[in-house]
Structures are given as C-alpha cells and as structure tokens.
C-alpha cells in the first residue's frame, strides 16, 4: 500500500500545549537539576537517601508543574517542594538513627536557599572574569575544566611542558579569584 498523508494533517500544530508544557518543564528542570540536587542533598546525610527523594521529587515537580507560576523563580518553587518531599522522607525513615528535627531541616533550607541564589550571581560574575581573559589563557582553563581532554594531552599537542601548563594554570586561578573577589567587593558597596 502506498504512502498517504493528508495535507490538512501536517498544518495542523504538531506540538499540542502539553508538549509545549513539557518542553518548558524540562528546559527549567535541566537548568536547575544540579542545584536543586545539590540543595536536597545540603538536607539530607546521605546520597542515596537524597537520590531517593530527588527522583520522587523529580516526578512530583512533573505532576505540579501545572500549578507553577512562569513569572516565579522555578528553583525557589521546586525546591519548596523538594523540601516537603525531604520533610516527608524524614518522617518515614524509621530505619536512620540520625533524624533531623523538623524546625532544623527548614534552617538547613533557609541556608541553602540564600547560598542557591547567590551562587548563581557568583557564575556570572566568574563568566565575566573567564571572558576578560586572553583567548590562550581561555583555552587552557577549558582543556582544565571541559572534560573533553587532559593537560597532558594539551601538552603533547602543543609541544609545552607540562609542568609549566599546571604553572600558567595556577596563575590564571588566582587571577580569576581576584577578579570575582573584586568584583564582589564593588557590587557590596552602596
């Protein structure tokens, strides 16, 4: 049987609002799943306990993601309820010796929250810092840090020591220290 599409079938939106729903889910969700990870974990003492409860909430941001505000921080709301999910967790696990109170579980949170919302404006500043850079002293921090390659690799490649490739890259550490430090100094000022 040969092939057939009905024209007026590919005019129509192929992406009902559901699919647009979870495209946006999942954009907010891959932004913010290390922190919010990161965040669950501040809570709890152990990683698989908090890889638990990550999963569950997971799901659970899924299923509530309806109820979520656009003009609201995504972070802030998931991890309000990554907290009730930690709270919940925390209230069934009769196997832990080690129990968090209720009341010291939410100053862990407090904590963490203001430690998330700064962290992010410590990235930008960084990213400011890592741009000011020359472009040799750019390449070397991303051969360092991007996982793709080793220093020793780069070495071989561009004929340099390697030892003098650690040197350069300890400079431009502090150098990027100094600048974010600066830079945060200026923006406490009144």
């Known amino acids: 049987m040969p092939f057939s599409c009905d024209l007026e079938l590919l005019l129509v939106d192929p992406a009902p609002s559901i699919d647009r729903q979870y495209e946006e889910f999942l954009r907010l969700f ?7 990870f990161a965040y669950i974990f501040s809570l709890l003492p152990n990683h698989a306990d908090a890889e ?40 069934s696990a009769h196997r832990d010796r080690l129990r ?4 010291l579980v939410t100053q862990l949170s ?11 404006e410590n990235l930008k500043i960084l990213q400011g810092c890592l741009e000011a850079l020359k472009a040799t002293e750019q390449d070397l921090v991303r051969v360092a ?7 020793k690799d780069f070495a071989d490649a561009t ?4 030892q003098t490739l650690y040197n350069r890259l ?4 502090r150098m990027l220290l100094e600048c974010v430090r600066r830079k945060l100094a200026t923006e406490s000022l009144p």
């Open 52 to 91: 638990d409860v990550f999963q569950r909430c997971s799901l659970l941001l899924w299923r509530k993601f309806s109820e979520f505000d656009v003009e609201r921080n995504f972070l802030a709301w998931a991890c309000g309820v990554a907290l009730n999910e930690v709270r919940n967790f925390l209230r």
């Open 110 to 120: 407090d904590h963490r929250l203001g430690a998330l919302e700064t962290s992010g």
């Open 159 to 162: 004929g340099q020591a390697l």
């Open 30 to 36: 891959s932004q913010n799943r290390e922190r919010l």
């Open 170 to 173: 300890g400079r431009i550490r």
């Open 100 to 103: 968090f109170d209720s009341s």
């Open 145 to 151: 840090y991007d996982g793709n390659s080793t220093l």
